[in-house]
């Protein structure tokens, strides 16, 4: 095992084991709409209290409804839901306690924001005066002070999602669901306020499963991330250890950006944590995640942030020849597209700093990375 799998993994340990109990547990999970067809397959997941989980998968993975199932608003066709270690099937949503935070915002036009934060508790029982402290203290904590007058329409998106999560808060409950809530924003707003639930959440210490398809969100503000296709949780892991050590191909595309490679395994070391793999006339080194044998097919998996450009001679294990086909500027970056390893599609980037190399379209250059960062996976049909 690596050293940064060692530490990941310490990390992991350190932060969601101990005393912290398990708040939500998903065992066997099943759920098909249409009695043949399951959506939700199998699905067994623990998540403790106070812990951040989001739900990321491409549309049609099951992640939301997952959510709608924890939520109460869909039953499982098979498994159980536990809630503090309790049954909740035959719950109604009304009484689980749980806050919910959807992409629509669901404010009531005809409401100011402060009587929007009041319905939850008027709901609950609570009395005026109590009412009127927790209202103040949920806009204090999205930092909407004054506001408790407006309506719904007179605020931009922003501060009326600030809004919903003020709602979903109010009444404090100890879990809060929210499905894709930065959808319906722009993308300077919804950097903004991915930061802002992080804080939110660091304050309150409430437990959030969070539900997106967006890789950047789920990176910022996750304590631990599900990868989702299918219907199957496809990796279960902290941030770093996702995009460090994906495990599969589909997870390294999915989380971040991956060249990825067909070959063929032609040698594995005596310790069987590294093998050879020939591509296209190459023969590479990686690390061997998968179960496979010599014969057997992989896929290869290199961060372009990983690939090395013009190294000197012998400094990597693995040094093949490469063309540039085009170069994008990015801002703080340069992403090189390459010729090389039998693809027209190999991508490197470099940070845009002086001295960079000067590269142009139709040169003839060198490229290298280390095995740590070539990841052999098993393999999968990725249209090559």
Known sequence: MTETSDRIEQDAARDFTGSRRTHVEFRGIKKSYDGQTLVVKDLDLSIRAGEFVTLLGPSGSGKTTILMMLAGFQPPTAGEILLDGNPIHDLP????????VFQNYALFPHMSVGANLAFPLEVRGIRAEERRERVERALGLVRLEGFADR???????GQQQRVAIARALVFEPSLVLMDEPLGALDRSLRDEMQYEIRHIHQALGVTIVYVTHDQQEAMVMSDRIAVLRDGIIEQLAVPEGLYEEPESAFVARFIGESNQLRGRVCAISEEGDVCDVETDGEVLSALKVGRCQVGDQVTLSIRPERIKINPAAGRYTNEVDAVVEDLTFLGEQLRIR??????????ATIPNIVGHGGLVKGDSIRIGWTVIDCRALNHEEFGL
Do not use: H, N, T, Y
Request: proline fraction near 4%; glycine fraction near 20%; aromatic fraction near 4%.
């Open 93 to 100: 949503a009304r009484k689980r306690g749980i806050g919910m």
């Open 151 to 157: 309506r719904p329409g007179q605020l931009s998106g």
């Open 338 to 347: 390459l010729a090389a390893c039998g693809r027209e599609d190999f991508i």
